[in-house]
């Protein structure tokens, strides 16, 4: 992705130069720290449209959080303290995010690290008390094969009063990993950032290795039809588990069998299940024959028919459509504020969508509409979801429609400079970051939407009940794996 401007300013006012852009319709895609030498460079990354701006502000240790101007900075500046030890004053709020530990250092500096004295920092208790309120600890550890995550309620009988998310627990330290030369492969590692979003996570990292280098027609095409293979399938595992969940048993049954089906011809037709091994940088691992492409089309065909036929399930369920509609609702507001993207956004009038604004591979030659609900509601959601499928399969459909011919792969060169990789993720905008110095990737940034996502689903179970926070943690669709890089 090509950064269409770039600025730095001084530190103190760092907060007041992005709230100014913020109030013109920049909004934060990414924010993060890189050492330098003295100090540290904070880095803000905008987007307004198809506009990508890059702001630095060089440090010492500590600068005024942009979070007391703009909420959305939060996590981002609770990371920033953790990882990198620079303190966000008044931020008001920096319990850890990713980490939970004390060590001797911090794990993204470039120094020496030891991990011998580590000890894990205690959660906090909620801050609301009471006569009858009562605090109700989740997780880690959750029944059925579900990642770890930790979740706080203050209740008062079931109403929820508050909800503390506090994740972590799946970190891994990717971004420390992709550090080094630019000529090492990194899509294996990116690949498994969040392994149910491969293709989305592969095809952020390969955009950056590839620079501005020319990726043939055809392999861009098979790249926009592995993204929306990806995203049907998560979307029907979202549909179906709200069926599993408010006991909708046939339904559930139905759409679990539609996404094995599709599951099973991603095996046949591109070598995994979920996809991966198929994006590379310059282009794309395999060519599709003629056979392969006619067992696909029949594979999105059927997809897309069960997709309809299980919304129709859920629509003449007088029960289901009672359970989903009005909760777990998420206002325009509150998803402006938080940043949301993605489905949790548009279901929320929020309508964005990285593949129509900045158009990669082949999806600025195809034409397809942007879902979106307005209610932000559990059902909303589900709704857009439906609707999305119905998309990817035409626009898995154009891209096999008069495919021509040609090479699938090229050769490129990784250029210095700051970069991003930027798509239209299954949960929504995906930004990859990389500074290459020299050849060597200096600092590299990961952004999952789930890592913004997250803390709106803290405002979205208010007033709702406890029994109804599995239905909108599952509305959400979430990675636990893809926040804690």
């Known amino acids: 992705m090509i950064i269409t401007d770039s600025t730095s300013c001084d530190p103190v006012l760092l907060a007041q130069y992005v709230k100014t852009h913020y109030d013109e319709g920049w909004k934060i895609m990414s924010m993060f720290a890189s050492e330098s030498s003295p100090g540290a460079t904070v880095n803000v990354v905008l987007r307004r449209g198809g506009e990508v701006m890059w702001i630095t502000s060089d440090v010492t240790d500590s600068y005024p959080a942009v979070t007391a101007q703009i909420p959305a900075a939060s996590v981002?500046?609770?990371?920033?303290?953790?990882?990198?030890?620079?303190?966000?004053?008044?931020?008001?709020?920096?319990?850890?995010?990713i980490y939970w530990r004390k060590?001797?250092?911090?794990?993204?500096?470039?120094?020496?690290?030891?991990?011998?004295?580590?000890?894990?920092?205690?959660?906090?208790?909620?801050?609301i008390r009471g006569t009858g309120v009562f605090e109700i600890p989740v997780g880690p550890v959750h029944a059925g094969v579900i990642e770890p995550g930790h979740f706080r309620f203050s209740a008062a009988?079931?109403?929820?009063?508050?909800?503390?998310?506090?994740?972590?627990?799946?970190?891994?330290?990717?971004?420390?990993?992709?550090?080094?030369?630019?000529?090492?492969?990194?899509?294996?590692?990116?690949?498994?950032?969040?392994?149910?979003?491969?293709?989305a996570h592969a095809l952020a990292c390969a955009h950056i290795m590839e620079g501005d280098a020319e990726i043939p027609e055809r392999a861009r095409r098979i790249r926009v039809i592995l993204s929306e293979m990806e995203r049907i399938h998560n979307h029907l595992d979202v549909i179906a588990g709200l069926c599993t969940d408010t006991a909708l048993s046939v339904a559930a049954s139905y759409g679990?069998?539609?996404?094995?089906?599709?599951?099973?011809?991603?095996?046949?037709?591109?070598?995994?299940?979920?996809?991966?091994?198929?994006?590379?940088?310059?282009?794309?691992?395999?060519?599709?024959?003629?056979?392969?492409?006619?067992?696909?089309?029949?594979?999105?065909?059927?997809a897309g028919f069960g997709a309809k036929k299980l919304e129709s399930y859920i629509r003449k369920t007088p029960s289901e459509v009672d359970r989903l509609e009005t909760t777990g609702v998420l206002s325009k507001e509150s998803a402006l504020n938080y940043g949301t993207v993605g489905v949790i956004a548009r279901a929320s009038g929020v309508i964005s969508d990285i593949r129509s604004e900045v158009p990669y591979d082949a999806y600025g030659d195809l034409s397809f509409n942007i879902a979106c609900r307005k209610k932000g509601d559990v059902m909303a959601r589900a709704a857009v979801r439906s609707d999305e499928i119905t998309e990817s399969v035409s626009l898995i459909l154009q891209c096999m429609k008069d495919m021509r011919e040609g090479e699938i792969r090229t050769d490129f060169e990784t250029p210095d400079g700051f970069s991003c990789g930027i798509v239209e993720s299954p949960r929504g905008e995906l930004v990859h970051s990389a500074d290459i110095r020299d050849g060597e990737i200096w600092r590299y940034n990961i952004r999952d939407p789930s890592f913004v996502n997250w803390p709106a689903m803290e405002t979205a179970?208010?007033?709702?009940?406890?029994?109804?926070?599995?239905?909108?943690?599952?509305?959400?669709g979430l990675s636990y794996s893809g926040n804690d890089v």
């Not at 630019?182 to 690949?191: C, G, K, T």
């Not at 539609?258 to 590379?280: D, H, K, P, Q």
């Open 76 to 97: 981002f500046e609770r990371v920033i303290y953790e990882m990198n030890d620079i303190n966000p004053e008044g931020h008001g709020n920096l319990i850890p995010a």
């Open 103 to 127: 060590g001797d250092g911090h794990p993204l500096q470039k120094g020496p690290y030891s991990i011998g004295d580590e000890i894990r920092i205690p959660i906090p208790n909620n801050p």
């Open 157 to 199: 009988g079931e109403p929820i009063l508050h909800l503390s998310i506090h994740l972590g627990y799946a970190h891994k330290g990717i971004e420390k990993l992709m550090e080094g030369p630019v000529s090492r492969n990194r899509i294996n590692l990116a690949e498994r950032i969040s392994g149910d979003n491969a293709v």
């Open 256 to 302: 679990s069998e539609v996404r094995e089906e599709l599951l099973r011809a991603n095996r046949e037709i591109f070598g995994s299940r979920l996809l991966t091994g198929n994006i590379i940088p310059g282009g794309v691992r395999k060519d599709l024959t003629g056979e392969d492409l006619s067992k696909l089309e029949s594979a999105v065909m059927r």
């Open 461 to 476: 179970v208010m007033n709702n009940i406890v029994p109804d926070f599995p239905l909108i943690n599952k509305s959400f």
